[in-house]
């Protein structure tokens, strides 16, 4: 038997829904069950014992549908990227009819919308998906409406459920999940409390108790609440706890996880070597070095139901905007849970800070996790005053015209939808029984079914074009956002400079400039048109992109670094590029990013010497598709960057080699274009500078051992055969365009021992960090040899930690490469 689940929620909301999902498969093992999540939420499958199953969109739908009927697992995780608040383009209607095809060529005899506040993504999953028995709740006034091809696909009102449930604001998140899936196994509804999930390593026991080890207890705090910070208690409430826990001899550790940096930022430096750092693919790791504490201090977040599914003891700070709507309903929790007269608002606060979180005193969290140290988990209340009992001077004003304006935007946003829906059922201009307009008002747009085309499970995702016979108008210059990462203030006027002498530019640009001086840069160049983001420190190239990019409005992206001098003709050779049959929106897969030919600016041999070690890849004239692209001038699609998830911001230096990749993962080709050409004032023109250089692209270590993500010693045999084959590799690339590196070759290969080595030497300091080396897995004889040395060492036994660290290095030697 098939059953269809949908939830494409955030990671929390996955790991409430896991606890009945575990049930039903103890209870009824027939059930093959694919759990549909918005992608990146597939990081919690092998926590679950669930297996991954991505869809590849440029396949036929109908060749997917049947690969994953082949997938024998009783428990599949099927991530698919479309998000409910992305906006509404091309690429979204195109993978939007693909997810359709899919859904009806596939066999299905039941369907869950698991949902509360259901979102269109899930609504539209479980209408098009052709299931005998569809269970949901009732719509309630959080739900997202169907519009757009969304609703001409299914209907207005779809899902229509066989049986639907009441939602409730004020109920358990867990209850009525359990009870949601009771409607198709009624023996869930026995189950209480509500079951929460296990992970399968202990599913059916107890987590094992932490063992004593005479070292002072150690307390882990994580500060992250995900994309809404107005939800944050903020790293200012949790430092004093963390002072506070030290004075009572307890050790504290910060953890970070994917887009957790922006609330750790103000930590202190003295904190960096307490911050334990956990990518998005870490989830088992974060598992495991929670059981190793004696307690976890976070928010309302996916965390505090982690920690209540592995058995970990945990203080959770939750405000009132939802109540206990989202409590963990087993585990070993705490809750510290505030009470105020305007709870249950869903979030949808009119104050300018949510009181209800903001509000509840340090005082009361320490001694919170002072009694669940001790064993007292009971749920504490604290009581806050309300805003409109205590409201300064002019804030009742100030909140009259916000409901005001709420409830004008809200007539807008639905006169809005009714003209989208009008828009797409407008009859066609050619239509003999309608009058033509379009002297007036423009050409109509064809009728729905005309523009959308008949749904076939055989059609590729890229397939999805407007049909021919369909004009498309007249071609749209780019909008072009350029986005410049201002590390370095002294250096940008030339970057700058070579923008305003640009010999032609697209009709609408901005150059979205990033960095701590960008206010003063800006008003100093009054004729260019910068948008200014103000950071308050320097930070990581990769993040500092991240968020000029989240302000850019343009459908491309220039890239560029502030040491890079574009040639006059770039844009307007981009433009006239866009005209050409690669890169026209018809071409098949399309173009994602296009990368520049990246020369040094000096010319001389050192400067030479790191181009051709480093930016090898982009010094040719040849024109051709890529597998991956340099960041330092590079064009892409705005809808490509946020289909392949964006730069991760954690990355030192790699970034831009991870990011075109997934953007070819995603779909899409990448383009070389030398025509396009960048100068790269980097100023490693000397010996020194240039191995410097070089030795700092070990900070990319974590990136590069990401595959391995274990314990290891320093690893000779992996330095000396990834820098040989690093050598190899250029110089085939070379050979294959009839160059050669010639006498070079030799420093050449010296750059790649000196990066190779860093790598291996950095990982080292990372797994020393906070003994990160007792946390991850020692996969090798070489490995377990390491670890032990390391305690060795960190126990004072120095000499025998030296010769078993030497004895592991020497086992390494029959281990594969590490990377």
């Known amino acids: 038997m098939n059953l269809l689940i949908s939830k494409p929620d955030a990671l929390g909301d996955q ?91 596939t066999s299905w005899d039941a369907s869950v919308l698991a949902q509360i506040n259901r979102n269109w993504v899930g609504d539209f999953t479980i209408a098009m998906a052709p299931a005998a028995q569809r269970f949901g709740l009732s719509a309630n006034p959080a739900r997202q409406p169907l519009v757009n091809e969304a609703q001409a696909l299914a209907v207005a009102d779809a899902p229509d459920f066989t049986r639907a449930l009441s939602p409730s604001f004020t109920q358990s998140e867990a209850a009525q999940l359990r009870d949601l899936f009771a409607a198709f196994e009624p023996r869930l509804a026995a189950l209480e409390p509500p079951p929460i999930w296990q992970p399968v390593t202990a599913a059916g026991s107890e987590p094992e108790a932490k063992t004593p080890t005479g070292k002072p207890r150690h307390v882990l705090i994580a500060p992250g609440v995900g994309a809404d910070a107005r939800r944050a208690w903020g790293a200012g409430n949790f430092q004093p706890i963390a002072a506070m826990l030290r004075a009572q001899q307890l050790a504290v550790s910060w953890i970070e996880g994917p887009g957790d940096a922006e609330h750790l930022a103000a930590l202190p430096p003295d904190e960096a070597d307490h911050r334990l750092r956990f990518g998005p693919d870490e989830l088992p790791q974060l598992v495991d070095t929670l059981r190793n504490a004696d307690l976890l201090l976070c ?52 104050w300018d800070r949510l009181v209800c979180v903001a509000d509840i005193p340090v005082e009361t969290v320490f001694d919170a996790v002072m009694a669940m140290l001790n064993g007292d988990a009971a749920t504490t209340i604290v009581p806050l005053a309300a805003p409109v009992a205590d409201a300064r001077e002019g804030e009742l004003p100030a909140v009259k015209r916000r409901l005001q304006d709420e409830v004008l935007s809200l007539n807008a946003d639905r006169f809005a939808r009714l003209q989208i829906i009008q828009s797409l059922l407008a009859p066609k201009a050619n239509d003999p029984g309608h009058a033509d307009t379009s002297a007036a008002v423009g050409a109509a747009a064809p009728p729905l079914p005309d523009r959308l085309g008949a749904l076939s499970p055989s059609t590729p995702l890229g397939a999805l074009s407007p049909p021919k016979g369909v004009p498309n108008g007249p071609r749209m210059e780019p909008k072009v956002s350029v986005i410049i990462p201002m590390g370095r203030p002294d250096r940008i006027a030339a970057t700058l400079g070579s923008l305003a002498a640009q010999d032609r530019k697209p009709a609408f640009w901005e150059i979205v400039l990033v960095g701590v001086e960008a206010e003063s840069v800006a008003r100093a160049h009054p004729h260019l048109p910068i948008v200014p983001v103000v950071l308050e420190r320097n930070l990581l190239p990769p993040k500092t992109r991240c968020l000029g990019i989240e302000r850019a409005a343009g459908g491309w992206l220039l890239l560029v670094d502030d040491d890079v001098e574009l040639a006059p003709d770039c844009l307007g050779r981009f433009i006239d590029l866009l005209a050409t049959p690669v890169f026209v929106d018809e071409a098949l897969p399309p173009v994602g990013a ?42 892409v699609r705005a809808d490509a960057y946020r289909r392949s998830g964006g730069f991760n911001p954690d990355l030192p230096n790699g970034e831009d080699v991870d990011l075109t990749r997934r953007i070819a993962a995603a779909g899409f080709r990448l383009r070389y274009e030398p025509g396009l050409v960048a100068r790269h004032d980097h100023r ?124 592991a290095v020497i086992q390494d030697f029959e281990n594969p490469v590490r990377r």
Request: hydrophobic residues 45%; charged residues 20%.
């Open 15 to 105: 790991f409430i829904a896991a606890g009945a999902v575990q049930a039903l498969r103890r209870i009824r093992p027939d059930v093959r069950i694919v759990w549909h999540v918005r992608a990146g939420m597939e990081a919690f499958a092998p926590l679950v014992g669930g297996q991954v199953f991505i869809p590849d969109t440029h396949a036929p739908a109908a060749a997917e549908a049947a690969r994953l009927a082949d997938c024998v697992d009783p428990l599949i995780i099927l991530p698919f990227p479309l998000a409910p608040f992305e906006p509404w383009t091309d690429d979204l209607r195109g993978r939007l009819r693909w997810w359709a095809a899919f859904l009806q060529a």
């Open 299 to 350: 928010q309302d977040t996916a965390y505090v139901h982690i920690a209540a599914g592995a058995g970990v003891p945990a203080v959770a700070i939750f405000g009132a905007g939802q109540g206990a709507r989202f409590h963990p309903t087993g585990g070993r929790i705490k809750i510290v849970q505030s009470q105020i007269a305007c709870e249950g608002c869903q979030w949808h606060c009119l």
């Open 594 to 635: 296009i990368g520049f030919r990246i020369p040094g600016k000096s010319g001389r041999f050192f400067e030479r010497l790191t181009d051709i070690s480093n930016f090898w890849a982009q010094q040719h004239d040849r024109p051709e598709d890529r597998d991956w692209l340099y960041s330092a001038a590079l064009l």
């Open 684 to 807: 490693r023109d000397t010996l020194l500078s240039m191995w410097r250089y070089f030795w700092r692209n070990g900070n990319a270590a974590r990136y590069f051992f990401s595959a391995h993500g274990g314990a290891c010693p320093f690893s000779l045999k992996t330095v000396w055969l990834k820098a040989w084959s690093d050598l190899r590799m250029n110089q085939s690339f070379q050979q294959a365009r009839g160059r050669s590196l010639g006498l070079r070759t030799p420093l050449i290969w010296l750059n790649y021992l000196i990066v190779e080595t860093s790598l291996d030497w950095h990982w080292q300091q990372y797994l020393k960090e906070a003994r990160r080396y007792r946390q991850l897995p020692a996969r090798a004889r070489s490995d377990t040899t390491y670890v032990l040395a390391m305690i060795d060492w960190e126990e004072g036994r120095e000499f025998t930690g030296v010769l078993r660290y030497a004895w």
